[in-house]
């Protein structure tokens, strides 16, 4: 079992940054690949970033490369989201997953079997 706690989510103005964190709890995470989704209203969830556990491999989706990095402390079992350059459409509930590692597509939402419960980002114009 992974239990996942999000933190780092707020409003702020379009062009600013945040910093997401996600920390994990659970035996055996160097097994594990972790991820950030987020959802907007009225959308369906979709895959920001993953990053791989036991070698650093990182993925990040087209709309948010060159402006969002994720980043892990092992020794915290934390993850991080940075965002920077933020626009108005990255307005969502930003939730971390975890999944056994997998060759299954690192955007496949139901590949990752835990969830934390959300954190909120808004970005007004």
């Known amino acids: 079992q992974v239990a996942l ?12 940054s945040l910093r997401l964190s996600c920390t994990a709890s ?5 097994s594990y690949d972790l991820a ?19 070698d650093g491999n990182k993925s990040h ?3 948010v490369k060159g402006r969002f990095t994720m980043s892990g402390d092992g020794s915290k079992q934390t993850v991080f989201l ?3 350059s933020l626009k108005p459409e990255d307005t969502a509930v930003y939730y971390c997953a975890a999944r056994v590692r997998s060759l299954a597509s690192v955007s496949l939402r139901r590949s990752y079997a835990y969830w934390g419960q959300g954190t909120q980002v808004t970005v007004s114009s």
């Open 26 to 30: 659970g035996r055996g995470l160097g």
């Open 82 to 84: 940075q965002m920077n």
């Open 36 to 54: 950030w989704f987020r959802q907007a209203p009225g959308k369906e969830r979709e895959f920001v970033a993953m990053l791989r556990w036991i």
């Open 5 to 16: 706690v999000e933190s780092g989510g707020g409003l702020v103005q379009a062009g600013g």
């Open 61 to 63: 989706a087209d709309s």
